[in-house]
């Protein structure tokens, strides 16, 4: 008896072990909550995209589950992998801390570099090559001591090296050719490279002499005073397998001639005479020109008349003329001069000269919002630093700023590879036009600072996140938003660009209105921020593709199609922001079925049907709405989204229909400081829980 119990004793043994075994690796394979939550957030900001199987936006074990690209090490995710996809929009601000690998190659990736990308101080490579990035790089690369392999080329970054790219110790191969990239290249000097390709960029000055020291090294297609007469062949990043075990050098390529001036030819007798020669002609021609000048000033003597300084006045003449008349800002959207603005005086374009021909700067031009210190905005901001940013958008990043006296602003460092050269000219005409928009449903401008090259515009706080987040990304909070304060945030919004494009002399048009530029307050009432920055949009070369913009599910027809945009643009713009307060849906959805991904689309068909329109609403509402208000919401809708921008209503009539629509509803009173209106729910008191419209 003993003896037959012994194997199944050993048996039961064996299978306890299995399952601690099988247990030890379940608990070793839960994800850190961290990593899962901004893998989470990449998956739901690229619109949940189908090729990333096993990819969830509601938690989950990456790293036990093996989702696609994704590379664990114990519960950290430290290898992420989502090359060769053809993902959208910009990189999320929220990535795994503990990647040591990054690859984000060859994708359709717009906007610039996160800033979270300065945190991952365990990175050896990070790949962010064929995209469409753009604006300046950033100071992301002063904690990112373990990085051996950076490749950020061909994309549309501009500006100049940042500075803590020179703290980059460990970095061996560097790609950021075919870019627009522009300033010296000092920077990366002392850095132990081993490939260096910055071909195809707008860098100038000299090329360092430490750079005759790197192996591999890529210089054509820049403006350095001393580079080589001859380019090397082409270097290009190798392929990378999906896990690297440390970097891949690149191949060999020929040598470079950095100082190809000390390795000339035989041919210096010829160039020699052909300068002695254009010397010599030259000397002639001053010699004639001081004898006319002299004979010129000797007539003038005879005749009693004023002496003429003709060299001085070509010197004059030669500085004025840069300096002619600036364009004036006809433009739509780059002034603001109507009589309710109260405009402080006319803008002037001259420029006064001193007795010495030089020009000074030209016309101080009158703002009234205040001058900030940098200094004062990075002690408000803590340094701009992570934990106070608040957005990102084209022309930079918005930072909540805590002054000493308790004021509470948003701060917009705009980034300057976004500005023109006559955008940086003329900042402060834009500064002045927006600081006098006074609406109750748009964002003031309070502030600016042009210190140091530096371009900063201060906004009132407005602490209740953006209509966007509370409609798509917080748990529950879509509740808040009753029928009632839908309506009101449409028609908010509606009266500011009725404001803008019918009140402003010129007209403004906002050009980017979208459910991410509605910031709501604690009473959520809306408030429209950007209004007036079109004039300072970037450069036509460094935007994206108006294909691109047209497939984010905002943009009219006309623009997607030819880059057309106007006041009817916004119109309709603004039908896809209530077709989200109607539906809770994003306006592009690839996570959905193809006949919905577009929320345009999907919904226009259904909107004159009663029962497909109801089961179009948003189920935070839970019902709660009146089906005749609902069904003049959805007329509005229509109007304003039809494909010809001609049948669009302009937004004067589409705040009249608002408003009769909550006339119609019996709006029990009215004050000003509330969209000029004030809206009441029935109580259990009033016999109902339902809204009053």
């Not at 106070?388 to 308790?406: H, I, Q």
């Amino acid at each position: 008896m003993e003896i037959r119990e012994r194997p199944r004793t050993a048996a039961l043994t064996a299978a306890l072990v299995g399952v601690l075994l099988a247990l030890a690796a379940v608990a070793e394979a839960d994800t850190d909550a961290a990593d899962v939550a901004a893998l989470g957030n990449l998956f739901t900001s690229w619109n949940s995209p189908s090729q990333l199987a096993g990819w969830s936006a509601s938690g989950g074990d990456p790293c036990g589950a093996a989702w696609m690209g994704v590379t664990c090490s114990g519960s950290a995710v430290t290898s992420l992998d989502l090359s060769d996809n053809n993902f959208h929009d910009a990189i999320p601000y929220q990535l795994p801390a503990n990647l040591s690998y990054m690859n984000l190659a060859r994708n359709n990736l717009s906007g610039n570099l996160p800033y979270s990308i300065s945190n991952m101080v365990s990175l050896e490579y990070l790949n962010l090559s064929h995209n469409s990035l753009f604006q300046e790089i950033g100071e992301l690369f002063g904690n990112l001591k373990s990085l051996s392999e950076l490749d950020v080329s061909f994309n549309n970054l501009t500006g100049n090296l940042p500075i803590s790219m020179g703290s980059l110790s460990k970095l061996s191969s560097l790609y950021m050719q075919n870019n627009q990239l522009s300033g010296t290249i000092d920077v990366l000097s002392n850095l132990s490279l081993a490939t260096l390709n910055i071909a195809n960029n707008n860098f100038s000055g000299m090329i360092p002499q430490q750079f005759s020291s790197i192996p591999n090294l890529i210089v054509a297609g820049n403006s350095f005073s001393n580079m080589p007469a001859s380019p090397p062949l082409a270097i290009t990043p190798p392929e990378k397998p999906s896990n690297p075990q440390g970097p891949v050098s690149a191949p060999t390529s020929p040598e470079i001639l950095i100082d190809q001036e000390k390795k000339q030819g035989p041919h210096t007798g010829p160039l020699i005479g052909i300068a002695v020669g254009s010397i010599a002609a030259a000397s002639c021609v001053l010699f004639t020109l001081v004898f006319c000048l002299h004979k010129s000033r000797k007539r003038n003597d005879d005749s009693n008349s004023e002496p003429k300084d003709i060299v001085s006045s070509l010197e004059v003449n030669i500085e004025r003329a840069p300096n002619v008349e600036i364009r004036n800002s006809n433009h739509e959207n780059t002034a603001v001069t109507a009589s309710v603005l109260q405009p402080a005086g006319k803008i002037t374009p001259e420029r006064v000269h001193g007795t010495n021909g030089s020009a000074a700067k030209k016309a101080k031009i009158p703002v009234t919002a205040t001058s900030y210190t940098v200094a004062a905005l990075q002690v408000a901001t803590n340094s701009f630093c992570q934990d106070s940013l608040l957005g990102e958008g084209s022309l930079g990043r918005v930072y909540k700023a805590d002054f000493p006296n308790g004021k509470v602003l948003a701060v917009k460092k705009i980034d300057s590879a976004a500005l023109s050269l006559y955008e940086e000219d003329n900042f402060l005409e834009v500064v002045s036009n927006i600081s006098r928009l006074r609406h109750p449903n748009i964002v003031p401008l309070t502030g600016y600072c042009i210190e140091h090259g530096q371009r900063l515009l201060v906004y009132e706080y407005i602490g209740n996140g953006t209509l966007h987040d509370i409609l798509h990304f917080s748990d529950g909070m879509s509740k808040n938003l009753t029928w009632n304060t839908r309506v009101r945030i449409a028609l908010g919004t509606a009266r500011a660009l009725e404001y803008l494009h019918e009140v402003c002399l010129p007209p403004i048009v906002q050009r980017n209105l979208k459910s991410s530029n509605i910031l709501l307050d604690e009473e959520y009432s809306p408030h429209l921020c950007d209004s007036g920055l079109a004039a300072l949009s970037p450069n036509p070369e460094r935007e994206i593709s108006s294909e691109m913009i047209g497939s984010f599910g905002y943009s009219a027809p006309e623009f997607a199609m030819s880059g057309t945009y106007t006041a009817k643009s916004d119109v309709y713009s603004f039908g896809v922001v209530m077709l989200e307060l109607l539906t809770g849906r994003k306006p592009l959805d690839r996570s959905r079925e193809r006949s919905e991904q577009s929320l345009v689309r999907w919904a226009t068909p259904q909107l004159h049907d009663i029962d497909l329109l109801a089961k179009m609403v948003d189920p935070a509402l839970d019902g709660m709405y009146p089906a005749k208000s609902l069904s003049r919401f959805a007329d509005i809708i229509a109007i304003c989204v039809q494909p010809e921008p001609e049948f669009r209503p302009p937004m004067s009539e589409v705040v009249q229909q608002l408003v009769r629509m909550m006339q119609r509803a019996s709006i029990v009173r009215r004050h000003s400081d509330d969209l000029g209106f004030s809206y009441r729910a029935p109580t259990e008191r009033d016999g109902g829980a339902g809204d009053i419209f």
